[in-house]
Protein backbone atom coordinates (compact mmCIF):
# COMPACT_ATOMS: atom_id res chain seq x y z
CA UNK A 1 0.00 0.00 0.00
CA UNK A 2 1.17 3.37 -1.09
CA UNK A 3 2.68 5.99 1.41
CA UNK A 4 0.23 9.62 1.60
CA UNK A 5 1.91 12.59 0.43
CA UNK A 6 0.39 14.95 3.38
CA UNK A 7 0.20 18.23 1.19
CA UNK A 8 -1.36 19.83 4.66
CA UNK A 9 1.84 18.95 6.48
CA UNK A 10 4.22 20.56 3.62
CA UNK A 11 2.24 23.21 3.44
CA UNK A 12 2.92 24.26 7.31
CA UNK A 13 6.23 23.78 6.71
CA UNK A 14 6.35 26.06 3.78
CA UNK A 15 4.58 28.85 5.59
CA UNK A 16 6.48 28.73 9.12
CA UNK A 17 9.54 28.87 6.39
CA UNK A 18 8.07 32.55 4.95
CA UNK A 19 6.62 33.47 8.72
CA UNK A 20 10.21 33.07 9.79
CA UNK A 21 11.46 34.93 7.13
CA UNK A 22 9.14 37.70 6.90
CA UNK A 23 9.84 38.22 10.99
CA UNK A 24 13.42 38.45 10.19
CA UNK A 25 12.77 41.19 7.41
CA UNK A 26 10.88 43.08 10.19
CA UNK A 27 13.50 42.53 12.75
CA UNK A 28 16.38 43.57 10.25
CA UNK A 29 14.03 46.91 10.06
CA UNK A 30 12.55 45.96 6.54
CA UNK A 31 8.82 46.59 5.09
CA UNK A 32 6.43 43.18 5.25
CA UNK A 33 5.76 42.05 2.10
CA UNK A 34 2.73 43.26 0.25
CA UNK A 35 0.46 41.24 -2.01
CA UNK A 36 -2.52 43.52 -4.08
CA UNK A 37 -5.54 41.01 -4.42
CA UNK A 38 -8.30 42.63 -7.05
CA UNK A 39 -12.06 41.27 -7.18
CA UNK A 40 -14.27 42.45 -9.46
CA UNK A 41 -18.07 41.80 -8.69
CA UNK A 42 -19.86 39.62 -6.79
CA UNK A 43 -19.42 35.80 -7.31
CA UNK A 44 -19.77 33.94 -4.02
CA UNK A 45 -16.87 31.34 -5.24
CA UNK A 46 -14.56 34.00 -5.95
CA UNK A 47 -15.31 35.87 -2.87
CA UNK A 48 -14.40 33.37 -0.39
CA UNK A 49 -11.38 32.16 -2.49
CA UNK A 50 -10.21 36.21 -1.91
CA UNK A 51 -10.92 36.39 1.71
CA UNK A 52 -8.60 33.04 1.94
CA UNK A 53 -6.25 34.63 0.16
CA UNK A 54 -6.26 37.87 2.27
CA UNK A 55 -6.60 35.84 5.92
CA UNK A 56 -3.59 33.68 4.75
CA UNK A 57 -1.31 36.46 3.92
CA UNK A 58 -2.19 37.96 7.47
CA UNK A 59 -1.46 34.46 8.95
CA UNK A 60 2.46 35.11 7.28
CA UNK A 61 2.73 39.08 8.69
CA UNK A 62 2.41 40.16 4.79
CA UNK A 63 0.68 43.69 4.44
CA UNK A 64 -2.95 42.88 2.28
CA UNK A 65 -4.04 45.32 -0.02
CA UNK A 66 -7.95 44.98 -1.08
CA UNK A 67 -9.60 46.04 -4.07
CA UNK A 68 -12.84 45.30 -4.50
CA UNK A 69 -14.65 46.98 -7.53
CA UNK A 70 -18.50 46.41 -8.88
CA UNK A 71 -19.69 44.14 -11.50
CA UNK A 72 -19.35 47.28 -13.54
CA UNK A 73 -16.50 47.74 -13.84
CA UNK A 74 -14.45 48.81 -16.85
CA UNK A 75 -11.48 47.69 -19.13
CA UNK A 76 -10.14 51.15 -18.80
CA UNK A 77 -10.50 51.44 -14.56
CA UNK A 78 -8.94 47.56 -14.25
CA UNK A 79 -6.01 48.68 -16.59
CA UNK A 80 -5.47 52.34 -14.80
CA UNK A 81 -5.27 50.11 -10.90
CA UNK A 82 -2.99 47.69 -12.07
CA UNK A 83 -0.73 50.66 -13.65
CA UNK A 84 -1.18 51.79 -10.13
CA UNK A 85 0.08 49.02 -8.26
CA UNK A 86 2.68 48.39 -10.74
CA UNK A 87 4.05 51.88 -9.28
CA UNK A 88 3.28 51.15 -5.65
CA UNK A 89 6.76 50.63 -4.43
CA UNK A 90 4.83 49.07 -0.86
CA UNK A 91 2.58 46.02 -3.31
CA UNK A 92 5.03 43.29 -4.35
CA UNK A 93 2.83 41.26 -5.65
CA UNK A 94 -0.52 41.80 -7.93
CA UNK A 95 -3.27 39.14 -7.89
CA UNK A 96 -6.37 39.17 -10.26
CA UNK A 97 -8.89 36.71 -8.89
CA UNK A 98 -10.45 34.70 -11.93
CA UNK A 99 -13.17 34.57 -13.83
CA UNK A 100 -13.82 38.37 -14.27
CA UNK A 101 -17.31 39.24 -14.93
CA UNK A 102 -17.85 38.57 -19.11
CA UNK A 103 -17.64 42.07 -20.13
CA UNK A 104 -13.86 42.44 -19.66
CA UNK A 105 -11.06 40.61 -21.05
CA UNK A 106 -8.37 39.04 -18.80
CA UNK A 107 -5.85 38.20 -20.88
CA UNK A 108 -4.57 41.80 -21.50
CA UNK A 109 -4.61 42.44 -18.11
CA UNK A 110 -2.39 39.39 -16.73
CA UNK A 111 -0.20 41.01 -19.23
CA UNK A 112 -0.46 44.40 -18.19
CA UNK A 113 0.74 43.04 -14.58
CA UNK A 114 4.78 43.59 -14.32
CA UNK A 115 6.53 40.27 -14.17
CA UNK A 116 8.54 41.22 -11.41
CA UNK A 117 4.85 41.59 -9.36
CA UNK A 118 3.45 38.26 -10.87
CA UNK A 119 3.21 36.12 -8.36
CA UNK A 120 0.76 33.57 -9.99
CA UNK A 121 3.72 32.99 -12.32
CA UNK A 122 1.53 33.16 -15.61
CA UNK A 123 2.61 36.15 -17.46
CA UNK A 124 4.79 35.02 -20.76
CA UNK A 125 7.88 36.19 -19.59
CA UNK A 126 8.03 34.05 -15.91
CA UNK A 127 6.60 31.28 -18.12
CA UNK A 128 9.42 32.21 -20.88
CA UNK A 129 12.24 31.79 -17.67
CA UNK A 130 11.25 28.34 -16.71
CA UNK A 131 11.19 27.02 -20.42
CA UNK A 132 14.70 28.42 -20.94
CA UNK A 133 15.68 26.84 -17.45
CA UNK A 134 16.34 29.85 -15.14
CA UNK A 135 12.68 30.32 -13.39
CA UNK A 136 12.10 33.78 -11.72
CA UNK A 137 8.32 33.38 -10.30
CA UNK A 138 6.84 30.10 -10.90
CA UNK A 139 3.32 29.20 -11.76
CA UNK A 140 1.96 27.90 -7.57
CA UNK A 141 0.45 24.86 -8.82
CA UNK A 142 3.33 23.08 -10.53
CA UNK A 143 5.97 24.30 -7.83
CA UNK A 144 3.91 23.44 -5.14
CA UNK A 145 4.35 19.92 -6.54
CA UNK A 146 7.47 20.10 -7.07
CA UNK A 147 8.23 20.92 -2.99
CA UNK A 148 5.89 17.58 -2.49
CA UNK A 149 7.94 15.37 -4.68
CA UNK A 150 11.33 16.71 -2.98
CA UNK A 151 9.32 16.11 0.11
CA UNK A 152 9.91 12.51 -0.16
CA UNK A 153 13.29 12.37 -1.88
CA UNK A 154 12.15 11.94 -5.60
CA UNK A 155 14.76 10.84 -8.15
CA UNK A 156 14.04 12.67 -10.71
CA UNK A 157 17.02 11.65 -13.62
CA UNK A 158 16.60 8.64 -15.14
CA UNK A 159 12.89 8.63 -14.13
CA UNK A 160 9.80 8.45 -16.59
CA UNK A 161 7.16 11.43 -15.53
CA UNK A 162 3.97 11.53 -17.17
CA UNK A 163 1.81 14.38 -16.95
CA UNK A 164 -2.06 14.22 -18.25
CA UNK A 165 -3.12 17.33 -18.62
CA UNK A 166 -1.74 20.52 -21.05
CA UNK A 167 -3.43 23.50 -19.47
CA UNK A 168 -1.50 26.64 -19.16
CA UNK A 169 -1.31 26.84 -15.48
CA UNK A 170 -1.27 23.16 -14.77
CA UNK A 171 0.08 20.95 -17.20
CA UNK A 172 2.21 22.73 -19.17
CA UNK A 173 4.64 24.28 -16.59
CA UNK A 174 4.26 21.19 -14.34
CA UNK A 175 6.11 19.69 -17.99
CA UNK A 176 8.30 22.56 -17.95
CA UNK A 177 9.31 21.66 -14.06
CA UNK A 178 10.16 18.21 -14.49
CA UNK A 179 12.51 18.56 -17.21
CA UNK A 180 14.28 21.04 -15.39
CA UNK A 181 14.62 18.50 -12.43
CA UNK A 182 16.07 15.47 -15.42
CA UNK A 183 13.06 13.37 -15.30
CA UNK A 184 12.27 12.44 -19.23
CA UNK A 185 8.78 14.12 -19.52
CA UNK A 186 5.41 12.86 -21.58
CA UNK A 187 2.09 14.72 -21.58
CA UNK A 188 -0.75 13.26 -22.27
CA UNK A 189 -4.01 15.20 -23.25
CA UNK A 190 -7.55 15.09 -24.54
CA UNK A 191 -6.44 13.80 -27.94
CA UNK A 192 -3.78 11.08 -26.49
CA UNK A 193 -5.01 7.69 -27.95
CA UNK A 194 -3.70 4.84 -25.26
CA UNK A 195 -3.55 6.82 -21.93
CA UNK A 196 -3.32 3.49 -20.12
CA UNK A 197 -0.09 2.77 -22.07
CA UNK A 198 1.40 5.88 -20.98
CA UNK A 199 0.31 5.45 -17.31
CA UNK A 200 1.86 2.27 -17.11
CA UNK A 201 5.18 3.31 -17.97
CA UNK A 202 4.92 5.98 -15.83
CA UNK A 203 7.56 6.33 -12.52
CA UNK A 204 6.11 10.00 -11.90
CA UNK A 205 2.33 10.32 -12.79
CA UNK A 206 0.85 13.91 -12.25
CA UNK A 207 -3.07 13.97 -12.88
CA UNK A 208 -4.36 16.94 -14.19
CA UNK A 209 -7.15 15.95 -16.51
CA UNK A 210 -9.88 17.43 -14.10
CA UNK A 211 -11.86 14.11 -14.95
CA UNK A 212 -12.77 12.04 -12.24
CA UNK A 213 -11.78 8.28 -11.96
CA UNK A 214 -9.86 8.65 -15.39
CA UNK A 215 -6.75 7.20 -14.01
CA UNK A 216 -7.80 3.52 -13.51
CA UNK A 217 -5.72 2.25 -10.28
CA UNK A 218 -5.00 -1.01 -12.49
CA UNK A 219 -3.25 1.56 -15.04
CA UNK A 220 -0.92 2.37 -12.07
CA UNK A 221 3.09 0.88 -12.36
CA UNK A 222 3.89 -0.78 -9.91
CA UNK A 223 6.31 1.50 -6.98
CA UNK A 224 5.35 4.90 -8.82
CA UNK A 225 4.57 8.32 -7.64
CA UNK A 226 1.35 9.53 -7.97
CA UNK A 227 -0.08 13.10 -7.68
CA UNK A 228 -3.49 14.00 -8.03
CA UNK A 229 -4.10 17.40 -9.24
CA UNK A 230 -7.92 16.92 -9.70
CA UNK A 231 -10.35 19.13 -7.58
CA UNK A 232 -14.01 17.08 -8.82
CA UNK A 233 -17.60 17.93 -7.16
CA UNK A 234 -19.39 15.19 -7.43
CA UNK A 235 -22.81 14.95 -7.03
CA UNK A 236 -22.81 13.55 -3.61
CA UNK A 237 -21.08 16.45 -2.60
CA UNK A 238 -17.60 14.72 -2.33
CA UNK A 239 -14.16 16.08 -3.61
CA UNK A 240 -12.70 13.52 -5.89
CA UNK A 241 -9.38 13.36 -8.03
CA UNK A 242 -8.56 12.28 -11.28
CA UNK A 243 -7.64 9.06 -10.22
CA UNK A 244 -9.18 5.87 -8.42
CA UNK A 245 -7.40 6.36 -5.28
CA UNK A 246 -8.09 2.75 -3.43
CA UNK A 247 -6.72 1.18 -6.76
CA UNK A 248 -3.89 3.34 -7.09
CA UNK A 249 -3.16 3.02 -3.33
CA UNK A 250 -2.27 -0.26 -3.78
CA UNK A 251 0.37 -0.08 -6.63
CA UNK A 252 1.84 2.74 -6.12
CA UNK A 253 4.81 3.61 -3.26
CA UNK A 254 3.57 7.20 -2.50
CA UNK A 255 0.66 8.96 -3.78
CA UNK A 256 -1.34 12.24 -2.58
CA UNK A 257 -4.46 12.26 -1.09
CA UNK A 258 -7.98 14.89 -2.54
CA UNK A 259 -8.49 16.82 -0.74
CA UNK A 260 -5.19 17.17 1.67
CA UNK A 261 -2.40 16.94 -0.92
CA UNK A 262 -1.76 19.46 -4.27
CA UNK A 263 -4.84 21.46 -2.83
CA UNK A 264 -2.79 23.19 0.03
CA UNK A 265 0.38 23.45 -1.40
CA UNK A 266 -0.90 26.17 -3.88
CA UNK A 267 -1.53 28.77 -1.37
CA UNK A 268 1.36 28.35 0.05
CA UNK A 269 3.66 29.06 -2.66
CA UNK A 270 1.74 31.88 -3.58
CA UNK A 271 2.89 33.23 -0.27
CA UNK A 272 6.38 32.14 -0.98
CA UNK A 273 6.44 33.58 -4.43
CA UNK A 274 5.27 36.57 -2.69
CA UNK A 275 8.12 36.74 0.07
CA UNK A 276 10.52 35.66 -3.23
CA UNK A 277 8.94 39.19 -5.37
CA UNK A 278 9.36 41.30 -2.52
CA UNK A 279 13.54 40.20 -1.46
CA UNK A 280 14.39 40.75 -5.28
CA UNK A 281 12.67 43.85 -5.55
CA UNK A 282 14.87 44.65 -2.22
CA UNK A 283 17.76 43.61 -4.14
CA UNK A 284 17.45 45.03 -7.50
P1 LIG B 1 -8.16 22.45 -17.91
O1 LIG B 1 -9.58 22.03 -18.15
O2 LIG B 1 -7.70 23.79 -18.31
O3 LIG B 1 -7.20 21.40 -18.64
C1 LIG B 1 -7.46 20.02 -18.63
C2 LIG B 1 -6.45 19.29 -19.47
O4 LIG B 1 -6.74 17.90 -19.40
C3 LIG B 1 -6.49 19.67 -20.94
O5 LIG B 1 -5.15 19.84 -21.41
C4 LIG B 1 -7.12 18.45 -21.63
O6 LIG B 1 -6.59 18.20 -22.93
C5 LIG B 1 -6.75 17.33 -20.68
N1 LIG B 1 -7.72 16.24 -20.73
C6 LIG B 1 -9.07 16.31 -20.69
N2 LIG B 1 -9.61 15.09 -20.84
C7 LIG B 1 -8.61 14.22 -20.97
C8 LIG B 1 -8.52 12.82 -21.18
N3 LIG B 1 -9.63 12.09 -21.28
N4 LIG B 1 -7.30 12.25 -21.28
C9 LIG B 1 -6.18 13.00 -21.17
N5 LIG B 1 -6.20 14.33 -21.00
C10 LIG B 1 -7.39 14.93 -20.90
O7 LIG B 1 -7.91 22.18 -16.36
P2 LIG B 1 -6.81 22.78 -15.35
O8 LIG B 1 -7.13 24.18 -15.05
O9 LIG B 1 -5.44 22.41 -15.82
O10 LIG B 1 -7.15 21.91 -14.05
C11 LIG B 1 -7.11 20.49 -14.07
C12 LIG B 1 -7.66 19.94 -12.77
O11 LIG B 1 -6.83 20.37 -11.70
C13 LIG B 1 -9.06 20.43 -12.40
O12 LIG B 1 -9.73 19.39 -11.71
C14 LIG B 1 -8.80 21.58 -11.45
O13 LIG B 1 -9.86 21.78 -10.55
C15 LIG B 1 -7.58 21.08 -10.74
N6 LIG B 1 -6.72 22.14 -10.18
C16 LIG B 1 -6.31 21.98 -8.89
C17 LIG B 1 -5.46 22.92 -8.33
C18 LIG B 1 -5.02 22.74 -6.92
O14 LIG B 1 -4.51 23.66 -6.33
N7 LIG B 1 -5.17 21.56 -6.36
C19 LIG B 1 -5.02 24.02 -9.07
C20 LIG B 1 -5.43 24.13 -10.40
C21 LIG B 1 -6.28 23.16 -10.94
Known amino acids: TAKLIDGRQVSATVREEVSARVKKRLQDGKRAPGLAVVLVGEDPASQIYVRNKRRD ?77 KPELRPCTPAGIIRLLDSIGTNYKGAHALVVGASNIVGRPMALELLLKGATITVAHRFTQDLAGYVAQADILVAAAGKPGLIKGEWVKPGSTVIDVGMNRLDSGKLCGDVEFDAARERAAWITPVPGGVGPMTIATLLQNALEACERRDIG
Open 57 to 133: CESVGFASFQYDLGADATQVQLESLIDDLNDNPEVDGILIQLPLPPHLDADPLLLRIHPDKDVDGFHPYNLGRLCQR
